[in-house]
């Protein structure tokens, strides 16, 4: 019987049996047929317009290449006589147009990005910059028609004859391209080299109407191709209002909600109020038949099988939930869910029934019969992933995605990506089967480590390295043993071996000026003395008073410009090593002298060796220490050599050491440790290394970390510990085991001696954040490069190729070519696997047809600028690399002997002349004949595009993203920005090594076991295999800094299944996709569908996985699911897009109807999606309280998505400009939303909608203090495009003003009042106690590391926190200070204060509730009161409601709203997003100029004037809360606080309830609370075990670092807790719930608070008024508040009480180790 229902559905014989049954049950069920038909649907909207068909079409062939976008436009307008087109005409006419362009594999991905409307956002924000346009230029559309045109932003034209004639006239030259063409690489601009300062003109037009659009495109296209215009074409508004747009790729759920306690409100609910038609969608499996396959097959046998399937859906709903399951009935629940997908006919759509509608199923899947051959290939596959089960991931083409976060936009966009990269490799014939190999390939990951050992000297008095600890020599260790054997004992994980050795080094580099540096150390020191057990030590980076500085500090060149001239005057040879220069001799003055701060560092050094001399090294950095607590104290932003000689003169004394007058001068003038300052500097220099103010350099056995801000020094120190115990051991163990490291060993000197090791430094090579471009473009930039390399090694496979974008008239860019040549001329022997190429990014060029009319009359055109750029691009191809190399060294060297002569730095333009008289062309030695290089450029020259130059300056700017003159590297695609700074040759060999050791080697190893197919033999030359192997190095490079996984599967592995569409198609050669997927999980609720329509839109074959966990314990899955995605759009008989057509909404059937279920629409992480229509409440629907609607619909809308990104100070090493506020509008209104920067991450996020927005730093003491950076150029604002359903990621770079480097931009107390002026107010800091914070957080970083040592180590029992938590912020002293300097001011302005109450509900019930609760406010206060209500579960009832609230009650209310952030750890219960709402984001909810925030749970009765807490004194905490009451003794048994972990960890301190709070929002945010209660939820609820009740155990969990002023008991009182007698007293009542009663709110409401029938009155008079008043149905509001049915009817509490799950104590009592 366990197959009955398979076996139903396949034979038609079952037929009878169907009738039988049917006629049978279908008296029984006539009455109850009714009630089982209840349908919920749910529909989402976006808040723009549905945008063109024909425009989306367009812009998906723009993505194939920017020639197909004018291709399709031109041919889709090609018969533009007509009216417009309608939606089908459209689409159909596009298709028509598509499928001669493309592929008929991009065409079936067309498909797929239309059903999506996947290019929806990208043509809205075309639209939206027209209604920019359009306000700016104050034109009508509605009398000029929806097609014109604007030349340069100013001229605007209505028809094709006035542009035309305009375009003829001469006007001035303009150079508006970069203010106008803002959309960068969404702008369409003709394809054709317009000539300098060209005007610019954008048509806005519609596709859709080619009669309009026609006329003005053919003026525009003859002007551009002319060269007069720049033509760029952005799609316009249309004439018609059009239905918002119907979005797609979102899910419904229905989740079961418990029957505990009750949140429905009985108040009556208007029936037929529902805003949409029930929609017929395709039917799911229904007990294994699917009734609308056997309606269609028998409509005469209809009623009866629509009865016997009412009769099957009633018996699941009633008799087959899973609430009687038992737990041997649970256990095998996966893989029963699996084995019925797999043998079913269809499995992919039974995997998509049994997922969606579990809780249904349950019951029935519990009695089916395992197949032990299932179960075992099952169990074999989840052995070879090594796991139990529950994987949910895509595997496509070898990377891997989770199946958590996949969302269909993302996924067409990286398919999209797949196909284009396998084609990329099909170029170069490489097979399918090897294309798949390499795709999925992974390579190592080799962290740069440097050879960072202490040199040795004769003279060993003054070492470089000072060491602060040794685990060898220290006596604190001299009782662990000396065995290194002991390493391969077992040991747990993760924590510290006790053997003495120095296993581990951590070395600084430490500036002696530097605030950030000095207190790096301190902390470093700090863990020394706690005994950590690693080497820890320092070097001082200072500069040599001779000029022989460090490379770093040197600007400009490494050759002499005698050997420059020798070079361009002929003299040319392979130059030896020994003429290299290690300086430059033209250095300005004051570059190598020294400043005031280098004087003060080289005192400072002076001054620690002395006293390392008289004393030792821990004295020494105990100077540094209290010279930079004293720094601190004193305000310095930096230090002050003053400072330090007080703070010099104090510590001798401190130390009894006598002084005279003549001690300390003579000790500054004195060179006696002149020495080791030079020792050190030449060290460092040898290592490229060089001091940076903003960012500390620290190694960790040779591996580099970087440091950039003080907030960040306990995480990182935190970070470099847990990484050394995890991989440093690992490192080390291969060598113990055979005997390569013994007792002898120094393992830091092996270490450093291992293959990787590097002997030089450079930030740019060894940068931590990696970027990679394509080298795969549209024009084939890259196949048209002719690359030099040495003469011996022309024919080998080149390693390294590097393509130098540069600005050939500039002497940073001739120096930086030069330097890349050089570097092959140096050591030939070095460079076998090298070589160099260039493309132009700098000014415009002559095209290549001007160049050829140049060279046409070369001996008559000697004033002309000599061809440079192509001369020198060209060279490669006509002469060998014996002359192509030399020439160019030449010809360079000569453009910077010109430079030199003529005092130029830019805009250099080296006359014919002047090369003619060099020699260079005659030279016999490069030529043949003195007119090759003429004749062979020319040739070179007619081969070229028009465009070919413009290619490149494109790829530069909108590719690499540099402004015009700024060079690059890009080495196998690695992109390293260079500027305009230095970078050496022995720099190029730095990369080139380490390139090589990082990933190219491998890739090389991979490609050598590939074959090539389909190719002539002679076509495979070492420049063919070079190319391969560039291409696919940055194809894994892109990979891995967008941190793509990647596995491959083991070849054991076998599918469950297989699901492809019959008939071949080149979409599935191009992707191998695998699907490993739970059956019971919430991803397979979504996967599915997702599938499905990857199979039947694009016909990629897909094998699907089943990995389900065994030994369940519980159901996996208690919720109803819907996906919506579309398979094809429907049109009317009008051709008119039907926007809610079939499977175009979530639409559920055959659900339980007694069943309490809430709804949550399932998006992508950056929308923000609320409901705008819904009669019922959607947080409790129980459909059989529907009286006679049998249909339940809900309209959710996206109201905005998201731009997120990170902040940084540019002026502070680029850490977070915590507080900053940030607007975001655009030019008619530069403040539509705003946001606050937080501390975490430097994140933000601001709300938008598809558009081109600019996003700018608040006016005021912001704007003051900080201005928005683009690489060196201040800005006002910077443009953000939002053009996709997926997130927009912004990063944004600031920098502090001049003379508001040391200016707190947080300030407790501080008023931001433009009126009021900033400069009369102080900028000096307030004193801060300089122990307070490195000691409390040193402290909690020793918490974590003593836990790594097998022990607590010694924290004080105040201090648990983990070390991640940000500082606290300024100290009490200093936030007094500030308040008593505006004691008086806020005195005046305390009587006018407004009250801002904050509150958080979610459904019906709690929205009543809420509403009581802000009339109790209202009465019992005289003073202004501001709701601040958080919009994201509010319903659109309530919404609405709220103006006329508002009114009638005297109040202001406001809705805010925030999405959670991707980076922070996801909740996945609604409850418990509630909960976070309430706590996590305080800091960004309101506006800065909000000072107090009062929180009031929405269910609870005010009975006194708020404004007490607004007055209410904290005493320094940043919130206050009220403890929970322990007079109820009865309640006893349910105070987990009172026992167990919650009593140990609070000691003295109570348990607070979260009901009611007040927070201090300027000290919350000075203090960084927000960022602290981030930090540690993100740590603590990765346990599910822990924060039980989130918003309460979260912050008593951090009153240690937190604190929490308690407030007065009376301000809080509950039934539940507090006893009778405190009642009186009380100045709010919060409904708890009761865990020993169960009783509902609604019946405690009026049983507990008097006044609460009149409040509840009061407010449902108001509605009858307002909606008699609006014109509205409304519901009976008369009925008093009914007693609570009984419990079974009951539910949970939606409000998110605190105390929700007091009752259970056990799992409340968590152990330390779980928190």
Not at 887 to 907: E, G
Not at 1099 to 1126: A, E, H, W
Not at 1341 to 1370: F, H, Q, Y
Request: charge should be negative; charged fraction near 20%; proline fraction near 5%.
């Amino acid at each position: 019987t366990q197959y009955m229902d398979i076996t139903l559905r396949r034979s038609t014989r079952t037929l009878p049996l169907i009738v039988l049954l049917a006629l049978f049950f279908v008296v029984a069920i006539c009455t109850a047929r009714d009630e089982s038909r209840r349908v919920v649907q749910v529909e989402l909207n976006s808040n723009w317009d549905a945008t063109s068909l024909a425009a989306e079409v367009s812009e998906y062939c723009a993505d194939e290449g920017d020639r197909l976008f004018w291709q399709f436009v031109e041919a889709f307008a090609a018969d533009g006589t007509g009216e417009p087109l309608n939606d089908e005409a459209q689409l159909t006419r596009g298709f028509q147009v598509a499928r001669e362009l493309l592929s008929p594999a991009a065409v079936r991905l067309l498909q797929l990005a239309i059903n999506l409307r996947y290019y929806s956002p990208k043509v809205e924000m075309h639209r939206q910059t027209a209604q920019q346009q359009l306000l700016q230029q104050n034109i009508n559309t509605t009398q000029n028609g929806t097609t014109w045109a604007i030349v340069d932003d100013t001229q605007v034209f209505y028809n094709a004859q006035a542009l035309e004639a305009a375009l003829k006239e001469d006007s001035p030259a303009t150079n508006v391209a970069s203010a106008v063409l803002l959309l960068q690489s969404d702008e369409h601009i003709y394809p054709i080299q317009a000539k300098p300062n060209a005007k610019v003109v954008v048509l806005y037009a519609t596709l859709g109407d080619p009669a309009e659009f026609l006329p003005f495109h053919k003026v525009l296209k003859r002007a551009a191709e002319s060269g007069n215009i720049i033509y760029a074409m952005r799609h316009g508004m249309s004439a018609a209002n059009t239905a918002p747009l119907t979005v797609q790729g979102y899910g419904v759920e229905l989740a079961l909600k418990s029957m505990e306690y009750k949140t429905i409100d009985d108040s009556k609910v208007s029936q037929g109020g529902n805003n949409g038609t029930a929609v017929e969608d395709e039917e799911t499996d229904l007990e294994g038949f699917v009734f609308s396959k056997l309606i269609a097959r028998h409509p005469d046998l209809s009623s009866e099988l629509e009865a016997f399937k009412d009769h099957l859906t009633l018996n699941m709903q009633e008799n087959e939930g899973f609430d009687n399951l038992k737990a041997w009935q649970v256990k095998d629940l996966g893989f029963q869910a699996a084995q019925r997908v797999i043998l079913a006919a269809e499995p992919l759509q039974q995997l998509r029934d049994v997922s969606q509608n579990f809780p249904l199923i349950a019951s029935s899947l519990s009695r089916l019969r395992l197949n032990s051959t299932i179960v075992n290939a099952i169990t074999y596959n989840n052995q070879l992933f090594q796991s139990p089960g529950g994987f949910n991931f895509l595997h496509l083409n070898g990377q891997v995605l989770d199946g958590i976060n996949i969302d269909p936009f993302m996924l067409f966009a990286k398919i999209r990506s797949e196909i284009a990269r396998t084609r990329n490799l099909k170029k170069f014939h490489i097979s399918a089967d090897d294309t798949a190999r390499i795709l999925s390939f992974t390579t190592s990951s080799n962290q740069m480590r440097l050879d960072m050992r202490e040199p040795k000297y004769d003279d060993s008095k003054f070492p470089v390295f000072h060491w602060v600890s040794d685990v060898e020599t220290d006596p604190n260790f001299a009782h662990w043993p000396t065995n290194i054997y002991s390493l391969l004992q077992p040991s747990m994980p993760g924590q510290f071996r006790y053997i003495r050795k120095n296993i581990f080094t951590i070395l600084l580099v430490v500036s002696p000026t530097s605030h950030l540096h000095l207190s790096a150390l301190e902390g470093w020191t700090s863990m020394a003395e706690r005994g950590l057990p690693v080497r820890i030590g320092f070097v001082f980076a200072t500069k040599r008073r001779d000029n022989s500085a460090s490379q770093g500090d040197q600007p400009a060149s490494t050759y002499s410009s005698e050997y420059v001239e020798q070079l361009a005057d002929g003299k040319f040879q392979l130059p030896q090593e020994e003429d290299l220069l290690s300086g430059n001799q033209e250095t300005k003055d004051g570059e190598n002298g020294h400043s005031s701060a280098d004087h003060t560092a080289e005192v400072i050094c002076k001054a620690f060796y002395n006293i390392e001399n008289l004393m030792d090294t821990k004295a020494g950095v105990s100077l540094l220490t209290q010279f930079l607590r004293s720094s601190i104290k004193h305000g310095e932003h930096e230090v002050s050599l003053e400072t330090f000689k007080r703070t010099y003169t104090k510590f001798l004394k401190q130390n009894n050491f006598q002084l005279d007058s003549t001690y300390l001068p003579g000790m500054m003038k004195s060179d006696q440790f002149a020495v080791p300052i030079s020792r050190s500097a030449s060290f460092l220099s040898n290592k490229g290394i060089t001091a940076d103010q903003g960012k500390l350099l620290i190694f960790s056995n040779g591996e580099l970390h970087e440091l950039d801000s003080i907030e960040n020094i306990p995480m990182s120190i935190n970070s470099v510990i847990r990484q050394l115990l995890f991989y440093g051991y690992n490192a080390i163990f291969p060598a113990v085991q055979n005997g390569e490291i013994t007792g002898e060993t120094n393992i830091y000197d092996w270490l450093l001696t291992r293959p990787g090791t590097f002997q030089r430094y450079n930030p740019t090579v060894a940068s931590p954040k990696e970027e990679f471009a394509s080298l795969i473009t549209d024009s084939d930039i890259f196949e048209k490069i002719r690359y030099y390399s040495a003469p011996e090694n022309q024919f080998e496979i080149k390693l390294n190729s590097h393509v130098l974008a540069v600005d050939l008239s500039t002497v940073s860019g001739l120096q930086l070519a030069l330097n890349a040549l050089i570097r092959m001329a140096v050591k030939p022997s070095d460079v076998e696997f090298v070589r160099v190429g260039f493309i132009h990014n700098g000014n415009d060029l002559p095209t290549p047809e001007d160049s050829i009319k140049l060279l046409s009359n070369f001996d008559q055109e000697m004033d002309a600028p000599f061809p440079l750029v192509y001369a020198l691009q060209s060279a490669p191809a006509f002469l060998s690399m014996r002359h192509a190399l030399p020439f160019a060294i030449r010809t360079i060297s000569l453009a910077l002997k010109y430079a030199r002569a003529q005092d130029l730095s830019t805009n250099i333009a080296m006359p014919i002349s002047y090369v003619k008289s060099s020699g260079i062309l005659s030279d016999s030695a490069l030529f043949k004949t003195d007119d090759k290089l003429v004749t062979e450029l020319k040739e070179y020259l007619e081969k070229l595009s028009v465009d070919h130059i413009k290619q490149q300056t494109k790829y530069c700017s909108q590719v690499l993203s540099v402004d015009t003159g700024v060079s690059v590297i890009l080495s196998n695609g690695r992109v390293l920005r260079i500027g305009r700074d230095n970078f050496d040759p022995e720099d190029f060999a730095l990369l080139e090594v380490f390139e090589r050791t990082s990933r190219v080697e491998e890739i090389k190893e991979l490609l050598s076991g590939i074959t090539h197919i389909d190719i002539d033999p002679d076509d495979l030359t070492s420049e063919f295999y070079s190319n391969v192997l560039s291409v696919v190095v940055s194809m894994f490079g892109q990979d891995e800094t967008q941190s793509v996984r990647k596995m491959r599967f083991p070849e054991q592995i076998k599918p469950s299944f297989v699901v492809k569409r019959k008939g071949d198609n080149d979409t599935a050669n191009l992707l191998s996709l695998t699907a490993v997927i739970d059956p019971a999980s919430k991803p397979a609720q979504f996967l599915a569908p997702l599938l499905q329509v990857l199979v039947d839109t694009l016909g990629i074959t897909v094998n699907v996985i089943m990995s389900p966990r065994s030994d369940l314990t519980d159901v996996p899955l208690k919720s109803f699911y819907r996906y919506v995605l579309q398979e094809q759009l429907q049109f009317d008989s009008a051709g008119a897009l039907i926007p809610n057509g079939q499977g175009s909404i979530a639409r559920f059937t055959n659900l339980p109807t007694r069943q309490l279920l809430t709804l949550h629409v399932d998006t992508p992480k950056s929308w923000l999606v609320q409901a705008a229509a819904a009669v019922y409440d959607l947080d409790n629907i129980r459909l059989s309280d529907m009286g006679d609607d049998r249909l339940l619909s809900a309209r959710f809308q996206l109201e905005h998505i998201l731009i997120e990104g990170n902040c940084g100070d540019a002026s502070n090493g680029g850490s977070p400009p915590t507080g900053l506020q940030l607007y975001i509008g655009t030019v008619p209104d530069p403040h539509l939303g705003d946001t606050v920067v937080m501390s975490n991450l430097g994140y933000y996020q601001l709300q938008a909608n598809p558009g081109l927005w600019r996003v700018s730093v608040a006016p005021g003491r912001h704007t003051r203090i900080y201005s928005i950076v683009s690489g060196s150029a201040v800005k006002a604002f910077t443009n953000v495009r939002i053009n996709n359903f997926v997130p927009t990621w912004a990063n944004l770079q600031v920098q502090r003003n001049a003379g508001q480097e040391s200016v707190p931009l947080l300030v407790p107390g501080q008023v931001d009042d433009d009126d009021a002026g900033f400069e009369g107010q102080s900028d000096k800091p307030a004193e801060t106690d300089p122990n307070a914070k490195p000691e409390s957080l040193l402290d909690s970083i020793w918490t974590s590391v003593g836990r790594l040592m097998g022990n607590e180590g010694e924290p004080s029992a105040d201090k648990t926190v983990d070390a991640n938590v940000a500082p606290e912020g300024p100290s009490a002293a200093e936030t007094q200070r500030t308040q008593l300097r505006l004691e008086r001011e806020l005195e005046r302005q305390r009587e006018k204060e407004t009250i801002n109450i904050f509150s958080i509900a979610s459904g019906h019930l709690y929205e009543r509730f809420l509403k009581i609760m802000m009339l109790s406010v209202r009465r019992h206060t005289q003073q202004p009161v501001k709701f601040w209500l958080f919009q994201n579960f509010l319903s659109p009832k309530f919404k609405e409601l709220l103006p006329g609230f508002s009114k009638e009650f005297n109040c202001s209310i406001e809705l805010v709203t925030y999405k959670w952030p991707s980076w922070l750890h996801q909740e996945t219960q609604k409850q418990r997003v509630i909960w976070g709402y309430k706590i996590l984001f305080l800091d960004v909810l309101f506006p800065l100029s909000v000072n107090k925030i009062i929180f009031v749970d929405a269910d609870q009765v005010v009975r006194a004037d708020l404004k007490e807490l607004v007055d209410l004194d904290l005493e320094g905490a940043a919130y206050g809360y009220t403890p929970f009451c322990s007079s109820r003794t009865e309640m006893d048994g349910f105070r987990f606080w009172s026992n167990g972990y919650w009593k140990n960890h609070l000691g003295p301190r109570p348990y607070h309830i979260s009901a009611l709070y007040v927070v201090d929002l300027q000290l919350f945010r000075a203090k960084g609370v927000g960022d602290n209660l981030r930090t540690v939820y993100h740590q603590l609820s990765q346990d599910e075990g822990s924060l039980a009740n989130l918003d309460q155990d979260l912050p008593n969990f951090m009153q240690h670092t937190v604190p929490i002023h308690s407030l007065p008991q009376e301000w809080l009182w509950c039934e539940t807790w507090c006893d009778d007698a405190s009642k009186p007293a009380a100045k709010t009542i919060d409904l708890c719930n009761n865990p020993l009663t169960k009783a509902s709110k609604l019946e405690n409401a009026v049983r507990i608070i008097p006044e609460w029938v009149d409040l509840d009155e009061t407010v449902k008079s108001f509605e009858r008024r307002y909606y008699i008043a609006t014109g509205q149905d409304y519901a009976d509001l008369e009925a008093p508040p009914s007693p609570s049915p009984s419990p079974a009817d009951v539910d949970a509490d939606a409000d998110a009480d605190a105390d929700a799950d007091a009752d259970d104590s056990a799992t409340e009592a968590e152990t330390e180790e779980e928190l």
